[in-house]
DNA sequence: GGTCGGTGAATGAGGCCTCACTCACATTCC
DNA sequence: GGAATGTGAGTGAGGCCTCATTCACCGACC
């Protein structure tokens, strides 16, 4: 990583612990500035603009989601396995990085007006990929045709909801415990359902 | 309804509206006293800041909810029948009125900084009266013994998700496709599950 | 090895603009 | 005619971004 790129990474990072405590639009480059220990201005040498680095922020996630997706899809696993996976990594990265995770669900609709590209991939990136997954396993059979875009957008959904309940949770041990157990808690949920089984 | 109350209705309406196309931010009060046709001062007679409008707005709906979850919960039918009866009106109150719904996916976490109470009691407060009726479900058998916390929280979790992703979609009637059926698509999903019964 | 000029990252005070809110006055209502 | 309601230009606080300046570093040259 060169000089550049490392400066341009603790912006970042210092960025989503601002926004994280105060949310986007109460977040000024001022504070993100003390909380990188640098200057307004080297914020303008690295970033365009706030938005960029909001932007910024979302296209890290993603694009590591993404990775994670890509190198699962060629295993021969079960479908539904590789859901789990893909959770439970979703799960874990929020678990090392809480702030990134606070300002995912918190942020995704953050500047309506200019929608942000990297915020967009993943509001929809991420869903759409799971639906691609719900169509693989209608098609072989490993569950019953359903609306997959109904399912794939509830199970995201699903997610969201939890790691934001997840995170209100101000005792950190609990906090872990619900993210721990969240990917298996929701992937029998949506095997088996609520139902008893008689 | 008194000419007072009256008056203040038509400024919420017309503030949801502007806020469910600018987003919280950029809905300025000079948009929204233009578009109830008043002047800005005149908001601030009904109002007595911009975040008392949404906290009002989410406190509308919310005491909407409540009188209908009390309603319900006094009759003698399944829970998972009340839990559809809840979902359906809830989607049919969007689709009456998706600036609403809008406004509701989208600002529930608007300002961090200094809570709007109306917020905290419809991002809290319907979860857990989801979750009181899994309780209540459970010990009647009616469903499996379950993490109630982690499926009421997914449960209005997908919810959100589909109303968004139903309000994203500019076809109108696709749009109402969705709305349509998505109470009903929710509980098969989360009574059936999505694994094949064999 | 000491001097010197070139380079570009870092700085932060302030320009400029936006917007929530006020208030002195006008209008309407009863 | 007095109370209630409406008005909208004005105010000032606050925040994004700029840019003239500083300065640490480095290679060149003597």
Same mark, same amino acid.
């Given at each position: 990583?060169?000089?550049? $790129?490392?400066?341009?990474?603790?912006?970042?990072?210092?960025?989503?612990e601002?926004?994280?405590? %105060?949310? !986007? =639009?109460?977040?000024?480059?001022?504070?993100?500035?003390q909380a990188?220990?640098?200057? &307004?201005?080297? @914020? =303008? *040498?690295?970033?365009?603009?706030?938005e $960029?680095? +909001?932007? =910024?922020?979302?296209r890290?996630?993603?694009?590591?989601?993404?990775?994670? !997706?890509?190198?699962? #899809?060629?295993?021969?696993?079960?479908? +539904?396995?590789?859901?789990?996976?893909?959770?439970?990594? %979703?799960?874990?990265?929020?678990?090392?990085?809480?702030a &990134?995770?606070?300002?995912? &669900?918190?942020?995704? !609709?953050?500047?309506?007006?200019?929608?942000? #590209?990297?915020?967009?991939?993943? @509001?929809?990136?991420?869903?759409?990929?799971?639906?691609?997954?719900?169509?693989?396993?209608?098609? *072989?059979?490993? @569950?019953r045709p359903?609306?997959?875009? @109904?399912?794939?957008?509830?199970?995201?959904? #699903?997610?969201?909801?939890v790691v /934001?309940?997840?995170?209100?949770? #101000?005792?950190?041990?609990?906090?872990?415990?619900? +993210?721990?157990?969240?990917?298996? /808690?929701?992937?029998?949920?949506?095997?088996?359902?609520?139902?008893?089984?008689?």
């Open positions: 990583m060169t000089k550049r $790129e490392n400066k341009r990474e603790e912006i970042r990072k210092a960025a989503v601002v926004i994280a405590t %105060h949310g !986007y =639009y109460a977040a000024t480059t001022d504070k993100m500035a990188a220990g640098v200057a &307004v201005g080297t @914020i =303008y *040498n690295y970033f365009s603009n706030k $960029e680095i +909001l932007e =910024y922020i979302f890290v996630e993603v694009e590591k989601r993404f990775r994670y !997706y890509d190198a699962l #899809s060629n295993q021969k696993i079960p479908v +539904l396995e590789k859901l789990r996976l893909l959770l439970t990594r %979703h799960f874990d990265e929020i678990q090392q990085e809480p &990134v995770g606070q300002v995912m &669900v918190r942020e995704r !609709y953050a500047p309506l007006d200019r929608q942000l #590209s990297g915020i967009q991939e993943f @509001i929809q990136g991420v869903p759409t990929r799971i639906q691609k997954l719900l169509d693989e396993a209608v098609k *072989n059979g490993e @569950i359903c609306d997959t875009l @109904i399912a794939a957008t509830a199970l995201w959904g #699903s997610v969201e909801a /934001s309940r997840a995170l209100t949770e #101000s005792d950190d041990d609990k906090q872990k415990a619900i +993210l721990a157990k969240a990917a298996d /808690s929701l992937i029998e949920l949506y095997c088996r359902g609520l139902k008893k089984t008689d």
